[in-house]
């Protein structure tokens, strides 16, 4: 206790150089938070766009059906079934949606395209298609007309209230075929989606492929990506065999790919940033043992075992570390918090690329555990690595070089 308090005086012996010190180290631990900040709501906001858009977070399907995508390979969504799934507390959203493909022709064009059944009632807890209407109206509940993507409707020359015919094959190989009256127009920003096909109320897409009662996939929405695995794990134990549970990660692995590749990016930043932390303690330690090693070289003279100095000089950087992440981490939560809650919109010439490709123009921030304890592990960890330093220095130190100095 005493070496501890003896480390505790000198540190404010010299209060410039200990307080620049724990300033380069609050700010590293401050900047290194906000960017894994960054990157964690960046990534969530697009998984979430994404998987409401297409895959959702989960996807309950049959056994059979993601090897063999036929509309044969479909289940039936009992209201047990359904009740079962939206016990789970991870659960916050549950939809029924069936796909397949169909040839869509208009006059002489014909063109093949997906036809998915929705559940327009809970679209816009889900999807929220609607908000990508460019024209007509969205779906109701128990429609007769049709949903189209917008490049479909260009290429194949429809618009509002024009008749679509929708020709595939259906349920247990009987013929679907079918004349839609077109509702509305749908123009997402990503052009991949403007050519995706038909939308239509769950029941018609059923009476179309003559699959009564039965779905392609039940869709699952959870709070956030990171309740994903949990959930996961308890609708297998849930369900049995008969069914297989997929994660976005499993149904959407172009979008794991990008964001591993952009991790990477990101980590390369961060150890620059951890280089550039770690060298300023050193130097500052460095500084420190120099400054006082004739002060050091008098006190082993008198009779100071080494390696009671050497703890004593140990402390002192633990100490300033200890100082420097605590005070980073304490400031950092309400600046996050803060940031969450109020994202920063991009410039106009950023916003208009972002748009483009689909992503909201904001920067986003996310509140992840390892957003805050990542960081104050790794800038303790490169404190503890410095603090062998000024160790090494006491045990080699000859004391008369030190009291020449």
């Known amino acids: ?29 401050l900047l290194s938070t906000i960017m894994s900040s960054l990157q964690d709501g ?25 090897d063999h995508k036929s509309i044969n390979n479909t289940l039936e969504p009992t209201g047990d079934l359904i009740k079962k ?8 959203q549950v939809e029924k949606r069936i796909e397949s493909f169909a040839l869509l022709s208009s006059g002489e064009k014909t063109r093949g395209g997906a036809v998915v059944g929705i559940e327009p009632d809970k679209d816009k807890q889900f999807s929220n298609l609607q908000s990508w209407v460019h024209k007509g109206e969205f779906l109701q509940k128990g ?19 024009d008749s679509l015919v929708l020709l595939s094959q259906g349920y247990h190989g009987m013929t679907a075929a079918g004349l839609y009256p077109v509702k ?21 897409a059923r009476q179309f492929f003559g699959a009564y009662g039965r779905a392609t996939a039940i869709r699952l929405m959870v709070n956030d990506y990171t309740d994903v695995e949990p ?33 990477t990016s990101g980590s390369v930043m961060k150890g620059i940033l951890y280089m550039v932390i770690g060298f300023g303690i050193l130097g500052t330690v460095i500084m420190m043992v120099a400054e006082r090693k ?11 075992q080494k390696v ?71 800038v303790f960890i490169i404190t503890l690595v410095v603090s062998i330093h000024p160790v090494v220095t006491v045990m080699r130190m000859k004391v008369t070089n030190a009291l020449r100095t």
């Open 231 to 263: 959930a996961q794990e308890k609708l297998n134990e849930l369900l049995g065999k008969d069914f297989k549970v997929y994660t976005w990660r499993e149904l959407q692995p172009e979008i794991v790919q990008f964001i591993e590749s952009d991790r």
């Open 294 to 304: 004739r002060e050091l070289g008098v006190m082993i003279a008198v009779g100071m």
């Open 143 to 161: 429609d007769k007309g049709i949903l189209i993507t917008y490049n479909m409707a260009d290429y194949l020359d429809v618009g509002i209230n």
């Open 184 to 204: 509305g127009i749908l123009k997402f920003t990503t052009p991949q989606l403007n050519n995706l096909g038909v939308f239509m109320d769950l029941q018609l």
């Open 42 to 66: 960046t990534y969530s906001n697009m998984i979430d766009m994404m998987v409401k858009i297409s895959s959702g977070y989960l996807q309950v399907q049959d056994s059979e059906y993601r």
């Open 308 to 378: 009671r100095l050497s703890l004593m000089l140990f402390y002192e950087t633990i100490i300033i570390g200890l100082t420097g992440v605590v005070a980073g981490f304490i400031v950092s939560i309400p600046v996050i918090l803060a940031l969450v809650d109020n994202p920063i919109k991009l410039p106009p010439d950023l916003q208009e690329a972002y748009l483009r490709y689909g992503f909201e123009p904001y920067l986003f921030f996310g509140t992840a555990p390892e957003v805050f304890v990542n960081q104050i592990l790794t």
């Open 85 to 92: 799934i939206k016990n789970l507390k991870e659960v916050t």
């Open 1 to 29: 206790m005493n070496i501890i308090k003896m480390a505790w005086r000198n540190l404010w012996r010299n209060k410039r150089r200990t307080l620049i010190t724990i300033a380069s180290i609050f700010f590293g631990v």
